[in-house]
């Protein structure tokens, strides 16, 4: 039985019909699938099948090592949205919830190759010469989390230099002990500098500008 | 829990130019923008609706069950709706924009938005509705994130077992105890007033959880405690003075709401409470600007008086266009 409901389906459908450039999803499980795993793959299995844009790709994390190692996966279910080239966009834990319009963006823009971001700010993201790690702590449950989720994409896709994962909570209960995160959405740099919020583009932007340096 | 995938409805980017002049700018994306823009789109009015979100505060809202026409609806799906039959117009929409600053230049009024676009308009409706009110209390701000938070439904699943309280006596209050109910091992539900506000239906609800709930009726919260999270809360009895501590990991802060209309503190006339004066035509004191739902004094917010408000806000800004010409 189809994950997505036939309203859901079709709607992503006709989202999909404006697509450009092809799609890779690259998703990690294990044979005795994790929780959530299986449901990960199918719905990007079921994703895939949407668009002739959209490929999928099923690794298991354990007998593919190198591939994991290639794509930098610690933990899984992880799915990477990759165009013409890797552009360090994850999502580890089940994009579920509210957290499927962050999946339906990220495929959209890495189909256009560019993210809708305003000149001023592609033009500070532009000036990031160093490697930026971005992780957004999310609930599946929560209406302002994927805002946040998509917008560390887009960074993502507009720097070689950032990788920008989301993060399922509940999924992952060892990193949210490990960053303290107790309220979502929540984004983490570098392992250590963090903020709560979803803000807006220029103060998440000069959020991540401050602490590249 | 089952799971669930949720799509929102996609949003149309603005075709305008900066320079271009709109007959209409209507502020805020919540029921009342919302009916606003469909009216408006409807009497041909060239219009430019700029908001955070789409939604406002609906989003937030598990379930609706007293908008007509539907006997049970969750928030997201109401709105949902509401975007289906914007989309069906040809509206100019600037969403994810907050406005900075408004101002009544001439003949037309200026609108800055945080990052720094600009547009003008001959008429402006502020539908910019209400936000979570903070307690003001000691520790408050440093622990957010760190065990204080303003939405239940987003930060619940990070009090599995452990006792968290919820201060309010309001429905949002109620509803947020009744999803914390099924999560956390224990609750404190504490309100300054002596009896509780909320609807009859979701007291008895809670009433029936009495094994987890401990009720604290005509307390305030004296200090939010902790240093990189939180340990507890220390409350005192409002009559007798005495202080309590609890050990709580959670506070939720459900103590209503704020209205956003700092924008335009300068601009317009507000009641005590922060909300823009309008008469019953939604007309504040500056011809030309309005307001509509929960932003504005209109007594009682409910979406559909938000909506209804949208509305007629937009009925009279169209009489006001006609006469400018």
Same mark, same amino acid.
């Given at each position: ?46 994703? +895939? ?18 591939? +994991? ?8 279910? +992880? ?118 919020? +979803? ?15 | ?23 209409? $700018? ?13 009216? $408006? ?121 452990? #006792? ?10 109620? #509803? ?13 539900? &504490? ?15 809670? #009433? ?22 939180? #340990? ?20 939720? &802060? ?18 005590? &409470? ?52």
């Amino acid at each position: 039985m189809a994950l997505l409901k036939d309203e859901v389906q079709n709607e992503v459908k006709e989202r999909f019909k404006k697509l450009s450039g092809s799609v890779r999803l690259v998703n990690f499980t294990q044979k005795i699938e994790c929780h959530h795993c299986e449901d990960t793959r199918r719905l990007i299995e079921e994703i +895939a099948s949407f668009s002739p844009k959209i490929s999928s790709e099923v690794y298991d994390f354990v007998i593919d090592k190198e591939k +994991a190692q290639q794509y930098k996966i610690d933990k899984i279910p +992880a799915v990477v949205v990759e165009g013409g080239k890797d552009y360090g966009i994850r999502f580890f834990g089940i994009p579920g919830g509210y957290e499927f319009n962050s999946l339906v963006s990220s495929i959209i823009d890495v189909s256009r190759g560019t993210a809708d971001l305003s000149p001023e700010s592609k033009d500070k993201i532009g000036k990031i010469n160093k490697p930026l790690h971005i992780q957004v702590f999310v609930t599946l449950t929560c209406p302002y989390c994927p805002g946040a989720v998509q917008m560390a994409h887009k960074l993502a896709l507009e720097s070689e230099y950032i990788i920008s994962d989301m993060v399922e909570s509940a999924e992952f209960p060892h990193l949210t002990n490990k960053y303290g995160v107790m309220g979502v959405p929540k984004v983490i740099i570098n392992e250590k500098f963090g903020f709560e919020g +979803a803000l807006p583009e220029s103060s998440f932007i000069d959020a991540i500008m401050k602490a590249s340096r | 829990m089952e799971l669930d995938f949720v799509l929102s409805r996609e949003e149309k980017g603005p075709a305008g130019k900066t320079e271009l002049i709109y007959d209409l $700018a209507i502020i805020g994306g919540g029921p009342a923008g919302m009916t606003a823009a469909v009216y $408006a789109a409807r009497k041909r009015i060239k219009t430019l609706l700029i908001s955070n979100d789409l939604g406002g505060q609906v989003l937030w809202t598990t379930e609706v069950e007293n908008y007509m026409g539907y006997q049970y609806i969750e928030g997201t799906q109401l709105m949902n709706k509401f975007k289906e039959q914007v989309r069906q117009f040809p509206i100019d929409q600037e969403i994810g924009e907050e406005i900075e600053k408004l101002d009544k230049e001439e003949k037309f009024f200026s609108l800055l938005t945080r990052t720094g676009k600009k547009f003008r308009a001959k008429t402006v409706i502020i539908a910019s509705g209400k936000r979570s009110r903070p307690l003001n209390v000691p520790g408050e701000k440093r622990l957010i994130g760190r065990g204080v938070s303003y939405c239940s439904i987003c930060d619940a699943p990070f009090f599995e077992g452990k #006792e968290v309280a919820v201060i309010g006596g309001g429905n949002s209050a109620f #509803e947020a105890a009744l999803d914390l109910v099924k999560i956390a091992s224990g609750i404190y539900l &504490i309100d300054i007033a002596s009896s509780w506000k909320a609807d009859p239906i979701l007291v008895e609800q809670i #009433e029936k959880e009495k094994k987890k709930v401990t009720f604290f009726p005509a307390h305030r919260i004296k200090e939010i405690e902790g240093k990189d999270k939180l #340990e507890g809360i220390t409350i005192e009895n409002l009559s007798r003075k005495e202080t309590k501590h609890l050990p709580v990991q959670g506070v939720f &802060i459900e103590i209503g709401l704020i209205p956003n209309s700092e924008f335009v503190r300068s601009l317009v006339k507000l009641n005590q &409470i922060g909300e823009i004066i309008i008469d019953c035509s939604n007309q504040t004191n500056i011809p030309g600007l309005f307001a509509a739902g929960d932003v504005s004094s209109v007594p009682e917010k409910q979406i559909i008086i938000a909506a209804g408000e949208g509305a007629k806000a937009t009925l009279t800004a169209h009489q006001y266009l006609i006469r400018l010409k």
